[in-house]
């Protein structure tokens, strides 16, 4: 089976304790990183993925914007969310569409993110950033 994996959800795994936007988000993200860790091919988008199925802000398949919601502060936009998956990808050597297996991409981050001290520069700014630290 092939999942759809946002970029910077790369991050995001390596560090997941549970805790989410809401019981469904977090449900889905243990679900995925289950499955995650049977070492599928995954697509990297820089878009709504797999994981973002139960956000409750994703709308259609879409992450909804401050303009067409009252999001709380450190809700990732959807533009800040694609800023962190462009940052991922320039990183990791790669790019939008590409398909990998799941623990070479975590390889990748591990290596040329994380290890590197890049990962408070890209997502510094996100609501769940002290639980990376």
Known sequence: MEYRIRAHHGMCFA???GKGYSGAFTENMWKMKERLQQNPEVVLLQETDDVCAKCPNNQNGRCIST???EVPEGVPSPEKAAGYDGQVFACCGLAPGVRIKWKDFEELV???ILEAGKREVICGGCQWNELCK
């Open 110 to 112: 591990r290596e040329r």
């Open 67 to 69: 303009a067409e919601k």
């Open 15 to 17: 560090f997941f304790q």
